[in-house]
C-alpha cells in the first residue's frame, strides 16, 4: 500500500477573523441541534418520558407534587401515563389512566387542536373547606388566549369526589368541547351517574356579559327516585348574562312540574325569583294517592336572608274534603313567617299567623283561628261546626326532647246536634302532659282536667256526664265522679270513685256499675260492681270484682251471678320485683250451672303468669263423684303445653239440654293434650263413655235402647289429622267411621275417611224430637269424603226407609217416610224423597253441596197434593205445596202453597172475656221478656191460595173463606200482603143472627193484626128497615158501628137490629139486650144512647155504674121507683155474666135498707147525715 504524502500545511489566516467563525458555527449548530434535541425529547418515548421525570422533580419547589408510574407514547402526538397523581394546594387529584392525543401541527394555524383527552379511575379529594366569608359578586375574565382551543373528544370514566358525607360517583362523561373568541362551548354532552343520564350542550359568551345558553335532558330511573316517583324526566333552558341567568326547568313525572325563573349573582347577596305551576301533583306520584294537589302555583322571590314566599293550591287526602290553602309570608334563612296561613274547608276555614323557625331545631309561636269548621268532614260519626282561638307555642330542638303548649282561649260550637264547649291549657313538656284549667263540656256533660302525667304524675278529674250519648257516638247511659293521679308511673297513686247506670256501648249494657279505687304506691284496694249486664243473648246479672293488698301479695275476688249460672273465684299473689311476672295461686273457683249442677275446686292451684312465659298447675273441679281436671303452660320458646280429663260426669245431665224427653244412663270420661308451638301444634283428643242405655218415656209405653263400646278419639300432628268413631247401640244398631286430614298444601288440606252406620230401629228419635212419636223405620249410612277441608267430596248415600211417625200437635200420622241423600264424589249430593199423610203424598227433590263456597248451598223443590197438614177437633187442613227451598243461608222458601179443603170450628170465647192490653208485657223471674224473638235461618216469599173448600165456624161467625196471601218473611221481620174473603157467611151478635153482606180480612205488613172490613144486616120484621152492623179497623180492636136505611137515630137502630122493630115497639124486657148492645159499641158513644133508652123505656135509672177494681167490675144498671120509698132495679156485669136484683126500701129520713140477691146474698142499713 502506497503512503500519500503529507499536506503541506494550511495557510495561517489573519487572526482577525477568528472569532466570527467560530460564533457563526455556533448558531448553526444550535439551530440545528435545538431542534433535533426537542424532536428527540418530544417525538420520542424515551424522550418524554425524560422529560416528564424531569418536569416531576422540579414541581415541588413550585409547591406542586407531580408524579406517575408509568408512561407510554410520545408528547408530539399520542402519549399515555398511569397513575399520575397531582397534589396542588391541599387539593389531590389521582388519574387511573390519561390518555392525551393532538396536532401539534395546528399550532402553525394558532389552533390547540386536541383529537382526545380521555381521564379514567379518577379520584378527586378537594382541599378542606375553609372559613365562610362574606359573599363577593364573582367578576368573569374575558376568555380570550394567543391561540384557538379545540378539544375534539373529552372523557371522563368512574370518576369519584371524595366528600365528608359521602362520596359522588360519575360513571362517565363526554363533550366536544371549544375555546375561541366566540366563548367556550360544550357540545354533545354527556353525563352518567347513578343510573342517571344527563345530554345537552353549554355555552358561554367570552368577554361581558358572558351571555349563557344551555339545554339539558335528564333521565332518572325508578331505581334512583324510588318507586313512589318512578322513571323521571327533566328539561333545564338557561339563557342570558352568566351572572343573571333565566331558566325553564320541566319535571315530568309523567305530571309536568313548571319552574320558571331567574338568579342574580352580581349582588351584594345571590337574588332569585322562582315561579312553579302545575296542573295536578300527587304523592306518591305513582300508585294510590296518599295526598292530591290540583292546579297550583308557589312563588318564591328575594335573597336567603329576606325572601317572599305565596303558594296556592288545593290538596285532598283520601276521604277527606278538599283543603283549599292559601300561604303567604316572608323569610330568612332561619325561619319563615306566616301573614297568614288560610287552609279552606268546604264553607270553614282556619287561619294560622307567626312565625316557624329552623334555626336550632324547629320551633313555633303560631296563633290559630278556626270558623264554622265540621268535624264530620274527616269523621263521619262528628258532624257539627266549631269555631274557636288557639295560641300555640313550641319547640322541637335537634338534640333534645319536644316541648309544646296550646292555650285555648275559646272553642264552641255542636258535635252530633249538641252543643260542645272547651277551655284550658294543653301541652307537653319533659316527656308528660300538662292540662291546667282543662274544660270540656258536650250536652249536659261536664269533663274538668288538671295537672300533668308523665314521669310524674299530679293529674285531678271530675266528670258529671248524666247523658253519655252526647258525649261519644255508640255510648248511652249516665256516669259521675271524680278521681285522681299522683306520683309516679312506676309507683302511682290513683284514687277514683265512679258511678253510672244504664251504660251501654258496643252492643253491651251494663243497669248500674261502681267502681271504687284507692290505690297508693305499692298497696290499695279496689272494687268493680256491675249489675244487669247484657250483650246479645248474653245475660249477667251482678258481677262484682275486687282487689286488696300490696302489689308483692294481694287478693282477688271475682263473682258473677247470671241466668242458669253463678261463679266465684277468689285468688292471691303478687307481682314479682321486677314487675314481669305475677305468682300465686287460684284458692277458690265455685261454679253452679243450673243444667249441670254445682261444682267447686278440689284444691288451691299455683299460677304464674309473665310475658315470655305462663303456668297454671293441675286444676280439678269436682262435683260428687265427677271431677274435670286440666294443666296448661305457655311460653315462647316452646309455645303450648297443656292437658286434662275428664271422669265419672253422669250423661243424664246433658240429656236435660237436649230437646225431648230422652233419658241417657251412664258416665263419660275424656282426656285432652296440646302441645308445641301455636303455629304447629300436636294434639290428641279422646271421650269414651261407658255402657249405658237411653230410656224414653211416651205415653204409657216406654222403652229404652242400650248403647256399648262407644268411642270418640283424634290425634293432629306434625300438620296431619284423624279421628276415629265407634258407637253400637241397640241390637244391631252401629256407627262407625275414620276421617283424616293431609298436611297443608298450596292453602289446601287434603279430607279423606269412610263413615257408615246402621240403625235398624228408628224409635229412639222420639226421645229427642218433642214433635214426634211412634217413630219407625230404619237408617243406613255409608259415605266416603274426599277433597279437601275447604272442599269436600263425598261418595255414598244416606237412607232412611219405610220409616212412619206421629205429630201429635198436628194430630197427623207420617207414613211411608223415605229419604235418600246420595253423591258421587264428583259433585252435589242429590237428594229425594216421599212422605204420606191422610190421602196425600209430599215429594222431596233436589241438590245439596256441603263444599259450596261461602256455605252449605241447598236446592230442594217439595211437592204434594192433598197432603194432611192438620187434622186437630177444632181444624182439619190440606196442603198442595209446590215449594223451593234455595240458598246457602239465610235459605230462601218460594213458592205457592195451596189450601184445597180446610174447616176450622173454635168454640166462642166466654161471653164477658177480655183481650190483654196492647201495653202489658209478660215477664218471667228474672225480669226479662218471656219469649224472645230468634232470627230464622230461613227466608220465605210465599204464595198462599185458599181454595173452594175453606170454612170457618167460631164467635159467632159461619163462613166460607177465599182469596189469597203473599208471604214475606226475613231478617227484617215478616209482612203479609193480600185479602181473606168470607163467602156465604152469617155472624150472630147481640143474640141475634145476622146476614154478612161482606167481610174481608186485609192484609198489609206484620201478620198478627190485619185490617177487617165486615157488614152484617137484618131486616125489620115488615120489611121495611135494614138494620146494619159494620166493623173496620184492626182485628184487634174494630170499630163498631150501627145504622140503619133509611137513616134514624142509632138508638133506633140499635133497636132494628136485635128485635126486628123498632124502639117504641121494644119492651122493658129487651131493654137490657139494647143498653149492652149500645155499650158494646163503646161507653163514651153509649151515654146519650142509654139517656135516649131510659126515657123511651120509661124507667127511672140506666146508666153504667163502676165498681171498686174501676172498669173490670163495671155493671149496667136498670131500675124504677115503685112508689117514693120503694126502688126495684137490675144489675148486669159488663165484663162478667153475673147479675143481681136490687130492692131499695126507705125507712125514713135518714135510715135506708137495701138487699141485693144474685151470686151473692147481702143486705145493708144505710143512715145519712146531709150538711150544707
Same mark, same amino acid.
Given at each position: 500500500m502506497s503512503e500519500? +504524502?503529507?499536506?503541506?500545511?494550511?495557510?495561517?489566516?489573519?487572526?482577525?477573523?477568528?472569532?466570527?467563525?467560530? &460564533?457563526?458555527?455556533?448558531?448553526?449548530?444550535?439551530?440545528?441541534?435545538?431542534?433535533?434535541?426537542?424532536?428527540?425529547?418530544?417525538?420520542?418515548?424515551?424522550?418524554?418520558?425524560?422529560?416528564?421525570?424531569?418536569?416531576?422533580?422540579?414541581?415541588?419547589?413550585?409547591?406542586?407534587?407531580?408524579?406517575?408510574?408509568?408512561?407510554?407514547?410520545?408528547?408530539?402526538?399520542?402519549?399515555?401515563l398511569g397513575d399520575v397523581v397531582l397534589e396542588v394546594a391541599q387539593a389531590r387529584v389521582e388519574v387511573g389512566t390519561l390518555h392525551l392525543r393532538w396536532r401539534p401541527q395546528d399550532l402553525l394555524q394558532h389552533l390547540l387542536h386536541v383529537e382526545r383527552l380521555a381521564l379514567a379511575d379518577v379520584r378527586v379529594e378537594p382541599p378542606p373547606p375553609s372559613p365562610p366569608?362574606?359573599?363577593?359578586?364573582?367578576?368573569?375574565?374575558?376568555?380570550?388566549?394567543?391561540?384557538? &382551543?379545540?378539544?375534539?373528544?373529552?372523557?371522563?370514566?368512574?370518576?369519584?369526589?371524595?366528600?365528608?358525607?359521602?362520596?359522588?360517583?360519575?360513571?362517565?362523561?363526554?363533550?366536544a368541547a371549544a375555546l375561541d373568541g366566540d366563548g367556550v362551548r360544550l357540545d354533545d354532552l354527556e353525563l352518567m351517574a347513578l343510573d342517571a343520564r344527563v345530554n345537552g350542550r353549554i355555552g358561554m359568551g367570552a368577554t361581558a356579559p358572558h351571555a349563557l345558553q344551555a339545554t339539558l335532558d335528564a333521565a332518572l330511573p325508578a331505581s334512583l327516585t324510588g318507586a313512589d316517583v318512578g322513571d323521571t324526566t327533566l328539561q333545564l333552558a338557561i339563557a342570558g348574562p352568566a351572572l343573571r341567568p333565566t331558566f325553564t326547568l320541566i319535571v315530568s313525572t309523567p305530571t309536568a312540574l313548571r319552574v320558571e325563573g331567574g338568579v342574580e349573582f352580581d349582588r351584594s347577596q345571590p337574588g332569585f325569583d322562582l315561579n312553579a305551576k302545575w296542573p295536578a301533583l300527587q304523592w306518591p306520584v305513582r300508585g294510590e294517592a296518599q295526598v292530591q294537589a290540583g292546579a297550583?302555583?308557589?312563588?318564591?322571590?328575594?335573597?336567603?336572608?329576606?325572601?317572599?314566599?305565596?303558594?296556592?293550591?288545593?290538596?285532598?287526602?283520601?276521604?277527606?274534603?278538599?283543603?283549599?290553602?292559601?300561604?303567604?309570608?316572608?323569610?330568612?334563612?332561619?325561619?319563615?313567617?306566616?301573614?297568614?296561613?288560610?287552609?279552606?274547608?268546604?264553607?270553614?276555614?282556619?287561619?294560622?299567623?307567626?312565625?316557624?323557625?329552623?334555626?336550632?331545631?324547629?320551633?313555633?309561636?303560631?296563633? #290559630?283561628?278556626?270558623?264554622?269548621?265540621?268535624?264530620?268532614l274527616f269523621a263521619a260519626e262528628w258532624p257539627g261546626a266549631l269555631q274557636g282561638r288557639v295560641a300555640v307555642d313550641g319547640r322541637l330542638p335537634a338534640d333534645g326532647p319536644a316541648v309544646v303548649d296550646a292555650l285555648i282561649e275559646s272553642l264552641s260550637g255542636t258535635l252530633r246536634g249538641y252543643p260542645v264547649s272547651a277551655q284550658g291549657r294543653l301541652g307537653w313538656r319533659d316527656g308528660g302532659l300538662l292540662t291546667e284549667g282543662l274544660k270540656l263540656a258536650s250536652g249536659p256533660n261536664r269533663v274538668h282536667v288538671d295537672g300533668r302525667a308523665g314521669e310524674r304524675l299530679d293529674l285531678a278529674f271530675d266528670v258529671d256526664a248524666p247523658d253519655l250519648a252526647s258525649l261519644y257516638p255508640g255510648l248511652a247511659g249516665r256516669i259521675s265522679g271524680q278521681g285522681s293521679l299522683a306520683g309516679s308511673p312506676q309507683q302511682p297513686t290513683v284514687v277514683a270513685d265512679l258511678k253510672g247506670g244504664d251504660v251501654t256501648y258496643a252492643g253491651m249494657r251494663a243497669a248500674t256499675l261502681a267502681l271504687q279505687l284507692d290505690w297508693r304506691g305499692e298497696a290499695g284496694s279496689g272494687e268493680l260492681q256491675v249489675t244487669g249486664i247484657e250483650q246479645g243473648e248474653t245475660r249477667i246479672g251482678a258481677l262484682t270484682a275486687a282487689?286488696?293488698?300490696?302489689?308483692?301479695?294481694?287478693?282477688?275476688?271475682?263473682?258473677?251471678?247470671?241466668?242458669?249460672?253463678?261463679?266465684? #273465684?277468689?285468688?292471691?299473689?303478687?307481682?314479682?320485683?321486677?314487675?314481669?311476672?305475677?305468682?300465686?295461686?287460684?284458692?277458690?273457683?265455685?261454679?253452679?250451672?243450673?243444667?249441670?249442677?254445682?261444682?267447686?275446686?278440689?284444691?288451691?292451684?299455683?299460677?304464674?303468669?309473665?310475658?315470655?312465659?305462663?303456668?297454671?298447675?293441675r286444676l280439678c273441679l269436682v262435683q260428687d263423684a265427677t271431677s274435670l281436671c286440666a294443666r296448661a303452660g305457655w311460653s315462647t320458646a316452646s309455645g303450648i303445653d297443656a292437658d286434662g280429663e275428664?271422669?265419672?260426669?253422669?250423661?243424664?245431665?246433658?240429656?236435660?239440654?237436649?230437646?225431648?224427653?230422652?233419658?241417657?244412663?251412664?258416665?263419660?270420661?275424656?282426656?285432652?293434650?296440646?302441645?308445641?308451638?301455636?303455629?304447629? +301444634?300436636?294434639?290428641? !283428643?279422646?271421650?269414651?263413655?261407658?255402657?249405658?242405655?237411653?230410656? &224414653?218415656?211416651?205415653? #204409657?209405653?216406654?222403652?229404652? #235402647?242400650?248403647?256399648?263400646?262407644?268411642?270418640?278419639?283424634?290425634?293432629?300432628?306434625?300438620?296431619?289429622?284423624?279421628?276415629?268413631?265407634?258407637?253400637?247401640?241397640?241390637?244391631?244398631?252401629?256407627?262407625?267411621?275414620?276421617?283424616?286430614?293431609?298436611?297443608?298444601?298450596?292453602?289446601?288440606?287434603?279430607?279423606?275417611?269412610?263413615?257408615?252406620?246402621?240403625?235398624?230401629?228408628?224409635?229412639?228419635?222420639?226421645?229427642? &224430637?218433642?214433635?214426634?212419636?211412634?217413630?219407625?223405620?230404619?237408617?243406613?249410612?255409608?259415605?266416603?269424603?274426599?277433597?279437601?277441608?275447604?272442599?269436600?267430596?263425598?261418595?255414598?248415600?244416606?237412607?232412611?226407609?219405610?220409616?212412619?211417625?206421629?205429630?201429635?200437635?198436628?194430630?197427623?200420622?207420617?207414613?211411608?217416610?223415605?229419604?235418600?241423600?246420595?253423591?258421587?264424589?264428583?259433585?252435589?249430593?242429590?237428594?229425594?224423597?216421599?212422605?204420606?199423610?191422610?190421602?196425600?203424598?209430599?215429594?222431596?227433590?233436589?241438590?245439596?253441596?256441603?263444599?259450596?263456597?261461602?256455605?252449605?248451598?241447598?236446592?230442594?223443590?217439595?211437592?204434594?197434593?192433598? !197432603?194432611?197438614?192438620?187434622r186437630l177437633p177444632e181444624a182439619t187442613a190440606l196442603v198442595s205445596p209446590d215449594l223451593r227451598l234455595a240458598g246457602k243461608g239465610p235459605y230462601r222458601l218460594t213458592g205457592t202453597l195451596r189450601v184445597p179443603r180446610a174447616k176450622i170450628e173454635l168454640k166462642e170465647l166466654p161471653k164477658g172475656t177480655v183481650a190483654v192490653s196492647d201495653d202489658e208485657v209478660i215477664v218471667g223471674r228474672d225480669g226479662t221478656q218471656a219469649a224472645e224473638k230468634r232470627r230464622s235461618p230461613v227466608a220465605a216469599d210465599l204464595r198462599i191460595e185458599l181454595g173452594d173448600a175453606v170454612s170457618f165456624k167460631g164467635f159467632g161467625l159461619v163462613t166460607r173463606l177465599g182469596g189469597s196471601l203473599?208471604?214475606?218473611?226475613?231478617?227484617?221481620?215478616?209482612?203479609?200482603?193480600?185479602?181473606?174473603?168470607?163467602?156465604?157467611?152469617?155472624?150472630?151478635?147481640?143474640?141475634?143472627?145476622?146476614?154478612?153482606?161482606?167481610?174481608?180480612?186485609?192484609?198489609?205488613?206484620?201478620?198478627?193484626?190485619?185490617?177487617?172490613?165486615?157488614?152484617?144486616?137484618?131486616?125489620?120484621?115488615?120489611?121495611?128497615?135494614?138494620?146494619?152492623?159494620?166493623?173496620?179497623?184492626?182485628?184487634?180492636?174494630?170499630?163498631?158501628?150501627?145504622?140503619?136505611?133509611?137513616?134514624? +137515630?142509632?138508638?133506633?137502630?140499635?133497636?132494628?137490629?136485635?128485635?126486628?122493630?123498632?124502639?117504641?115497639?121494644?119492651?122493658?124486657?129487651?131493654?137490657?139486650?139494647?143498653?149492652?148492645?149500645?155499650?158494646?159499641?163503646?161507653?163514651?158513644?153509649?151515654?146519650?144512647?142509654?139517656?135516649?133508652?131510659?126515657?123511651?123505656?120509661?124507667?127511672?135509672?140506666?146508666?153504667?155504674?163502676?165498681?171498686?177494681?174501676?172498669?173490670?167490675?163495671?155493671?149496667?144498671?136498670?131500675?124504677?121507683?115503685?112508689?117514693?120509698d120503694l126502688y126495684v132495679g137490675y144489675s148486669q156485669g159488663l165484663f162478667s155474666p153475673e147479675g143481681a136484683v136490687l130492692l131499695r126500701l126507705r125507712l125514713s129520713r135518714r135510715f135506708e135498707l137495701e138487699s141485693r140477691s144474685g151470686n151473692e146474698q147481702s143486705v145493708d142499713l144505710f143512715y145519712k147525715i146531709e150538711r150544707d
Open positions: 500519500t +504524502p503529507p499536506a503541506a500545511p494550511a495557510r495561517p489566516k489573519p487572526s482577525g477573523w477568528r472569532w466570527p467563525r467560530r &460564533v457563526v458555527a455556533l448558531l448553526l449548530s444550535i439551530i440545528v441541534l435545538l431542534p433535533l434535541a426537542a424532536y428527540l425529547v418530544l417525538a420520542t418515548e424515551v424522550g418524554s418520558g425524560w422529560l416528564l421525570h424531569r418536569i416531576s422533580a422540579a414541581a415541588p419547589s413550585q409547591g406542586i407534587r407531580f408524579a406517575f408510574a408509568r408512561s407510554r407514547g410520545a408528547l408530539l402526538d399520542d402519549i399515555e366569608q362574606p359573599y363577593t359578586p364573582p367578576e368573569l375574565p374575558a376568555l380570550t388566549l394567543p391561540v384557538r &382551543v379545540q378539544v375534539d373528544r373529552l372523557e371522563l370514566d368512574r370518576v369519584v369526589v371524595q366528600q365528608p358525607d359521602g362520596d359522588v360517583a360519575l360513571t362517565h362523561a363526554s363533550a297550583g302555583t308557589l312563588s318564591v322571590a328575594g335573597t336567603a336572608d329576606a325572601y317572599r314566599l305565596a303558594l296556592r293550591a288545593p290538596v285532598t287526602l283520601p276521604g277527606r274534603p278538599r283543603l283549599d290553602v292559601a300561604l303567604d309570608g316572608h323569610g330568612d334563612t332561619g325561619g319563615l313567617s306566616l301573614q297568614p296561613l288560610r287552609v279552606g274547608i268546604r264553607d270553614g276555614e282556619v287561619r294560622a299567623e307567626g312565625r316557624v323557625g329552623w334555626r336550632a331545631g324547629v320551633d313555633w309561636r303560631l296563633q #290559630l283561628q278556626a270558623e264554622r269548621i265540621d268535624p264530620g282487689l286488696d293488698g300490696q302489689i308483692a301479695a294481694h287478693t282477688l275476688r271475682l263473682t258473677a251471678d247470671g241466668p242458669g249460672v253463678r261463679l266465684a #273465684l277468689a285468688a292471691a299473689g303478687g307481682v314479682d320485683a321486677a314487675r314481669t311476672r305475677w305468682r300465686g295461686s287460684l284458692q277458690r273457683l265455685d261454679a253452679n250451672i243450673d243444667e249441670l249442677g254445682e261444682w267447686r275446686l278440689r284444691e288451691p292451684v299455683a299460677v304464674d303468669v309473665g310475658a315470655d312465659a305462663s303456668r297454671i298447675e275428664i271422669s265419672g260426669f253422669d250423661l243424664g245431665q246433658l240429656a236435660r239440654r237436649i230437646p225431648g224427653d230422652a233419658e241417657i244412663e251412664g258416665t263419660l270420661a275424656a282426656r285432652f293434650a296440646v302441645k308445641g308451638p301455636p303455629q304447629r +301444634p300436636s294434639a290428641s !283428643f279422646e271421650l269414651k263413655p261407658s255402657d249405658g242405655r237411653v230410656r &224414653v218415656t211416651e205415653g #204409657l209405653e216406654p222403652f229404652e #235402647l242400650a248403647y256399648r263400646n262407644a268411642r270418640l278419639q283424634g290425634t293432629f300432628a306434625d300438620d296431619r289429622g284423624s279421628a276415629e268413631l265407634a258407637l253400637e247401640i241397640g241390637t244391631n244398631g252401629r256407627a262407625d267411621g275414620k276421617v283424616t286430614l293431609g298436611a297443608q298444601r298450596d292453602g289446601r288440606r287434603a279430607l279423606g275417611g269412610r263413615v257408615t252406620a246402621a240403625f235398624p230401629d228408628l224409635a229412639l228419635v222420639a226421645g229427642f &224430637v218433642p214433635a214426634l212419636h211412634a217413630v219407625k223405620g230404619r237408617l243406613a249410612l255409608a259415605l266416603d269424603l274426599g277433597g279437601s277441608l275447604a272442599r269436600p267430596t263425598i261418595d255414598g248415600e244416606l237412607a232412611i226407609r219405610d220409616a212412619a211417625a206421629s205429630v201429635p200437635a198436628a194430630g197427623i200420622d207420617l207414613r211411608d217416610v223415605n229419604l235418600r241423600v246420595h253423591g258421587d264424589g264428583r259433585g252435589p249430593l242429590k237428594v229425594d224423597g216421599a212422605l204420606t199423610s191422610g190421602e196425600g203424598r209430599l215429594a222431596l227433590i233436589g241438590d245439596v253441596d256441603p263444599a259450596a263456597p261461602g256455605g252449605m248451598a241447598v236446592d230442594v223443590r217439595i211437592k204434594g197434593e192433598d !197432603f194432611q197438614a192438620v203473599h208471604v214475606n218473611s226475613g231478617a227484617a221481620g215478616t209482612s203479609v200482603d193480600g185479602k181473606i174473603e168470607m163467602r156465604d157467611a152469617s155472624y150472630k151478635a147481640y143474640g141475634q143472627d145476622l146476614t154478612v153482606e161482606r167481610g174481608r180480612l186485609l192484609f198489609a205488613g206484620p201478620p198478627g193484626n190485619p185490617d177487617v172490613d165486615l157488614r152484617a144486616v137484618r131486616v125489620s120484621r115488615d120489611g121495611d128497615v135494614r138494620a146494619y152492623l159494620a166493623m173496620s179497623g184492626p182485628l184487634a180492636k174494630p170499630r163498631p158501628r150501627v145504622y140503619a136505611e133509611p137513616s134514624m +137515630p142509632e138508638a133506633e137502630a140499635v133497636a132494628y137490629l136485635l128485635t126486628g122493630r123498632g124502639l117504641d115497639a121494644a119492651g122493658k124486657g129487651e131493654g137490657a139486650d139494647i143498653a149492652s148492645a149500645a155499650l158494646s159499641l163503646g161507653l163514651s158513644r153509649g151515654e146519650p144512647l142509654l139517656q135516649d133508652l131510659s126515657d123511651r123505656l120509661g124507667l127511672d135509672d140506666l146508666r153504667v155504674e163502676s165498681g171498686s177494681n174501676g172498669l173490670e167490675d163495671s155493671s149496667l144498671l136498670l131500675g124504677k121507683y115503685l112508689n117514693p
